[in-house]
């Protein structure tokens, strides 16, 4: 499974404003003399977060409300309940992780450049970590078995997983064909089965330990990939 204008998002105000649907009330702060609101996607990302770090059966909506600073009753303005919360968790990550992809393989930089940010220095994980304020270690050891959690409450989730890869892969092989006019890669590349390759590195990387995936393994592993498809 492989962006964000919203996500940890409180508004204080300290005057009578009405706000839009996107805010809802947060007891909790309500003593600052002022309205704090906590947004949606807060929620989301919240729940995201906590589901990731201790398995979805183990978080309760009390968790959630409380991480995010809210009352247990207010998450009933948006979430019918815990299965929906974890639904709208896990398109908020696919959606938000999609979106950076597209951002970085659609950018102006060399290919190369590209793929050392997303193999080497990990641009990717880097920002889901950031996404969710997790630790470095929290998000690649937790995020395959939470999708195969979420797979045993949602079988149909495979479809979207499906869209989403066609959607990168895609964009992918549109870097390597604008590579190839550059003079950037072999001629002969092709490029369909070339981006098929590197998605399926970039999901690879995510389920390796640490001792399959230090940062000298990656760099080797990223020249001997430039090696094999430079011009």
């Known amino acids: 499974m492989i962006i964000l204008s919203n996500c940890h998002k409180m508004v204080i105000d300290s005057g009578a404003k009405i706000y839009d649907n996107n805010y809802i009330p947060s007891g909790r702060y309500g003593g600052l003399g002022g309205a704090i609101f906590v947004t949606k996607d807060n929620i989301t990302s919240m729940a995201l977060r906590l589901f990731l770090l201790r398995g979805y059966k183990y978080v309760s909506l009390a968790d959630v409300a409380k991480a995010a600073g809210m009352t247990k009753g207010a998450i009933y303005h948006y979430f019918s309940g815990k299965e929906e919360l974890l639904a709208a968790a896990v398109y908020y990550l696919f959606d938000r992780m999609e979106e950076k992809c597209l951002r970085l393989f659609q950018s102006p930089v ?3 450049d590209t793929l ?5 220095e990990q641009e990717l994980a880097v920002y889901a970590r950031q996404l969710l304020t997790l630790g470095e270690g929290d998000y690649r050891t937790n995020h395959a078995s939470f999708i195969l959690e979420v797979m045993s409450h949602y079988p149909k989730l495979q479809e979207r997983i499906d869209r989403n890869h066609l959607t990168v892969c895609s964009a992918i092989e549109q870097k390597l064909e604008r590579a190839i006019a550059q003079g950037e890669i072999r001629k002969e ?4 089965a070339l981006a098929v390759m590197i998605l399926a590195v970039i999901n690879g990387q995510v389920s390796l330990g640490e001792k399959l ?3 000298a393994i990656r760099r080797q592993m990223a020249d001997n990939f430039w090696k094999l498809i430079s011009a």
């Open 110 to 112: 060399p290919l190369k």
């Open 116 to 120: 050392y940010a997303i193999l080497v």
């Open 189 to 192: 590349a092709n490029t369909r």
């Open 213 to 215: 995936n230090s940062l």
